[in-house]
């Protein structure tokens, strides 16, 4: 019988990479804490109708991505592919309109892509959200934030802050006019797939890979043009706000971003550490997708990052933390009536000294194999107990990594490990 496998896109994070997932989810959550952001867990499979009418029918998340199916009571379900939409249902739903809202999430996302580093099928993000705050301190707020994120992780060196506005609604409505009045002179000079989008969602043709398409947007209308004056001044507002807090950034024209629901301010932060997958965080406001989701009119922005790809880029930058071992302490016990009070002694140590990570041994065994265990659990220390030590009341004190072993007194022994822990740590 063929053995069963994961789903191709959708992978195991094994122990010896999941330390490096743990540290970059406390780095994130204690610096939005820091901030005042509080976390929302959200379901995984949401109505397919919120993601089409939030993303747009014409996007290529909802014409081919989404894992959509019916369950057993003929209704539309869909795992979800981002999680701003559904962060937006709850916001309606449970009666936040009225008040600013600062949250975030965390968790797995779905997308039927092709496969390939750092694009999976089943994919990580953070996300954060803010309600209820129409001016363009929000934008720099989650902006500066991010840029601590990166100096916190050590990853400010390599990446880069890409801005754009969209402006509003009738501004990007006048755009999109002239856009496709453009490109239609031109059409067969657009690849394939710009040439279906000129039909259905023209601006997504601003950040075709096809190098004749983007050699041809040289010449095409630009959307800063089209701006009225009160976009302008939102987004003079940003660029001046971030001018101050020290954060440089590149003006992109063609940053559009892959979802319908942006309005005004778009950005992206950028990385050329990884190849094509160059994107690890992005976002922008999005001041009427409350209002389309059933809620009552409330102006909002937010970001996602991609964990895999932050992942990906603190191995590639050398940054990530060393891995610990499987444990600080390992009690090696030899016989029986060693293993009981092993057993004992290792619930007595935890009670006493919160934090410490201890292993004890199980399984029995000699000595020499006990002893060879401890030293593949990474622990800095081993105990020891046998009969000698039950019948002295004593445990043998055995440094793993240099050092020679000694008897210690039980009744001495919390202050004994206090001692080595703390030398260590110096």
């Known amino acids: 019988m063929n053995p069963i496998r994961a789903i191709r896109g959708m992978n195991d994070i094994l122990p010896q990479d999941s330390y490096l997932w743990q540290h970059l989810e406390k780095v994130c959550s204690d610096l939005l804490d820091a901030y005042g952001y509080r976390e929302i867990r959200l379901p995984v499979v949401e109505q397919t109708q919120l993601f089409s009418r939030a993303i747009g029918e014409v996007t290529d998340i909802v014409e081919k991505e989404m894992y959509s199916f019916e369950d057993r009571n003929g209704d539309g379900l869909t795992l979800r592919p981002e999680g701003t939409a559904g962060c937006v249902r709850a916001f309606n739903q449970h009666g936040m309109a009225g008040t600013q809202q600062k949250l975030w999430y965390a968790g797995p996302m779905f997308r039927h892509e092709r496969p390939q580093l750092g694009r999976q099928r089943q994919f990580h993000q953070v996300g954060v959200e803010v309600f209820g705050t129409a001016s363009a301190d929000v934008e720099a707020e989650l902006i500066v934030l991010c840029a601590r994120l990166w100096r916190s992780l050590g990853l400010d060196s390599a990446v880069t802050l890409e801005l754009n506005s969209l402006g509003s609604n009738e501004d990007r409505a006048r755009y999109r ?8 002179e031109h059409r067969d000079q657009l690849d394939e797939d710009s040439q279906r989008r ?3 969602n023209p ?3 601003l950040d075709s890979k096809s190098e004749q398409t983007q050699a041809l947007l040289a010449e095409a209308p ?6 009225d004056e009160e976009s302008q001044a939102h987004f003079a507002q940003l660029t001046a706000l971030l001018d101050a807090a020290g954060v440089s950034y590149r003006l992109n024209p063609r940053l559009v971003r892959g979802l319908d629901y942006y309005n005004r301010t778009v950005f992206e932060w950028v990385t050329d550490a990884l190849g094509a997958q160059g994107t690890v965080c992005a976002g922008g406001r999005y001041d009427g997708l409350v209002e389309q989701l059933g809620g009552k009119p409330n102006p909002a922005a937010g970001f996602a990052m991609g964990l895999e790809r932050l992942v990906l880029l603190m191995q590639e930058l050398k940054v990530a933390p060393a891995a610990p071992g499987q444990a600080d302490v390992y009690l090696v016990a030899v016989g029986e009536g060693a293993a009981l009070a092993g057993f004992a002694l290792g619930e007595s140590l935890r009670d006493s000294l919160p934090g410490l990570r201890l292993q004890v041994h199980s399984g029995g065994g000699s000595f020499k194999s006990q002893m060879k265990k401890a030293d593949r659990s990474g622990a800095q220390l081993a105990l020891v107990l046998g009969e000698n030590e039950l019948a002295e009341r004593t445990v043998g004190f055995k440094p793993l990594r240099g050092g020679e072993q000694r008897s210690v007194s039980q009744d001495a022994l919390e202050e004994e490990l206090k001692h080595f822990f703390e030398h ?3």
Request: no cysteine; charged share 25%; net charge negative.
């Open 177 to 184: 006019e002239a856009l496709v009045a453009y490109l239609s």
């Open 198 to 200: 000129l039909d259905s």
């Open 203 to 205: 601006l997504r043709i």
């Open 222 to 227: 630009s959307l800063p043009d089209f701006l």
């Open 424 to 426: 260590e740590e110096h």
